[in-house]
C-alpha cells in the first residue's frame, strides 16, 4: 500500500485493512522493518516486558524471533474506535529441542496522528501443540 492509514478510524475495511498490512509485517520476522510501523517513543507491554522506544523494539524482536524459530502469524481485528484498535492473534513457532507451541493472545493498539503506533500492550498465553496439529504454515 502506498499510503498509511491514518486515524481516526472509522470505515471497518481499511481498520481490518490496517490490522492485515501489521500481520504481513510481523510474518516478515525483520526486526527493523517491524519496528519502523513504530513512533521512535512507542511504549510497549509484551508479556511481562515493558518496552519504551523504538530500538528497544528492536532488540526485543531480535531475542523473540532468535527464541521463536518457524513463527508464523494471524491476526485478526476485534474492534476500533478514532485513534485506537483491539486486535486478537495467535501464531506458531518452535523452540530449539523441535517443540511446537500456538500463542494466543489479544492486543490494544493506539495510533499516532501520523498512523504510526505510539502503543502497545499485548497479553500472550502459550499452549504446546504437536507439529501435526499446526493450523499456520
Known amino acids: 500500500m502506498s499510503t498509511l492509514i491514518v ?3 472509522t470505515d471497518p475495511d481499511l481498520a481490518a485493512q490496517k490490522v492485515q498490512i501489521a500481520e504481513d509485517l510481523w510474518n516478515t520476522r525483520d526486526p527493523e522493518r517491524v519496528a519502523a510501523a513504530y513512533t521512535e517513543d512507542t511504549q510497549w507491554r509484551n508479556r511481562t516486558e515493558f ?11 531480535r ?10 502469524l494471524k491476526k485478526e481485528l476485534w474492534g476500533f474506535r478514532n485513534n485506537r484498535m483491539a486486535v486478537k492473534f495467535h501464531y506458531e513457532w518452535h523452540d ?3 517443540q511446537w507451541f500456538r500463542s494466543y493472545g489479544n492486543e490494544l493498539w493506539e495510533f499516532a496522528p501520523s498512523g504510526l503506533m505510539q502503543r502497545r ?8 501443540i504437536r507439529e501435526a496439529d499446526r493450523t499456520l504454515r
Request: hydrophobic share 35%.
Open 121 to 128: 500492550e499485548a497479553s500472550i498465553n502459550d499452549m504446546p
Open 96 to 98: 530449539d529441542s523441535g
Open 7 to 9: 486515524p481516526p478510524f
Open 63 to 72: 531475542r523473540k524471533w532468535n527464541r521463536e524459530l518457524g513463527y508464523k
Open 51 to 61: 518496552l519504551t522506544g523504538r530500538q528497544a523494539v528492536v532488540e526485543f524482536l
